[in-house]
């Protein structure tokens, strides 16, 4: 007799910097997505496949729901919310930091999941425990019942991102939650992301990690070649950003930053792929591309 088998497809919503990717990254046990403390590091979609046993979880990381001045940031907006519109989605994960107080965009996550018409089981998630005592987190549990009454009564996890034991506690939580289904990937598939995204985003990891504030927002990474063999992956790609300035940091001087972005992202991607990696890097201008609707939509958005 054949085994039941459980599969579920699982978006994280939230503010930015709640710990979305933090969270998924822990489950999957694998640094697969961006983690930074910017807003609205998550550019696109990325789905993280969690396999163990009969179970299969598909987590889908959301870009941070924020409502910033550009084009770019109206179309994240967006995206993070559409999942409360997606009848693909079995389980939607509203995470919310304790650390920090609720605000407009607690307010405005919240009008959202009350308005929507969605079918997906919703869950609460307390992170960053770690980061208050108990009695302030019993607090905010209350303030977050009192000020959201419609939530009140759904399913809540509090747990930190970072501690241990988060991906134990997560899938024990989530468990009773996920339909008999069949499971919809290979059971040795962590990811639907093609390698050009992967290869873009290992890039974009590391202009981030090493120029911090100074450029990382009007970043884009674009992979324009990919050869691969069983020996060595060749990847080419375009990085873009608005101003000579932000080149200029990119390159560094005498390229020791492009020099640093290129060997970095070489060893994450060969930690990925186990395969050795050759990156090769052009920094192109391309002015104000967050807000060229044209632009956005050729790359993706």
Not at 30 to 59: E, F
Not at 62 to 79: A, F, R
Not at 236 to 263: F, L
Request: proline share 4%; glycine share 6%; with cysteine.
């Amino acid at each position: 007799m054949n085994e039941k088998t459980y599969a579920a497809f699982l978006a994280i919503i939230g503010r930015p910097n709640s710990g979305k990717s933090t969270l998924m990254n822990a489950i999957l046990g694998q640094n697969l997505a961006i983690v930074s403390p910017l807003p609205q590091t998550t550019q696109k979609t990325m789905r993280g496949i969690y396999t163990k046993d009969n179970t299969q979880i598909v987590l889908i990381d959301t870009p941070g729901i924020h409502k910033g001045k550009h084009l770019l940031n109206k179309i994240l907006y967006e995206h993070g919310v559409s999942v409360l519109k997606d009848g693909g989605i079995d389980i939607i994960c509203y995470i919310i930091d304790v650390s920090r107080d609720f605000g407009d965009e607690e307010d405005d996550i919240a009008a959202k999941i009350e308005k929507s018409d969605t079918k997906a089981k919703i869950l609460v998630i307390f992170n960053k425990v770690d980061k208050i005592s108990i009695e302030k987190g019993m607090k905010k549990l209350e303030e977050f019942d009192e000020r959201y009454p419609f939530l009140a009564d759904k399913p809540k996890l509090h747990l930190s991102a970072l501690a241990n034991d988060c991906a134990q506690k997560f899938i024990e939580f989530t468990q009773e939650f996920i339909p008999e289904n069949p499971h919809f990937y290979p059971s040795d598939e962590i990811t639907d992301g093609d390698m050009r995204f992967i290869a873009a985003e290992c890039i974009r990891k590391q202009i981030i990690d090493l120029t911090r504030d100074e450029v990382p927002h009007s970043v884009f990474v674009s992979v324009i070649s990919y050869k691969e063999d069983e020996n060595l992956h060749e990847i080419a790609a375009d990085i873009h950003v608005e101003t000579s300035g932000q080149k200029a940091i990119i390159i560094g001087e005498k390229g020791q930053m492009i020099s640093k972005i290129r060997q970095n992202a070489q060893k994450r991607m060969r930690g990925i792929s186990g395969v050795k990696t050759k990156f090769t890097l052009f920094v192109k201008i391309t002015p104000n591309w967050r807000e060229k609707n044209d632009f956005l939509t050729s790359a993706g958005f």
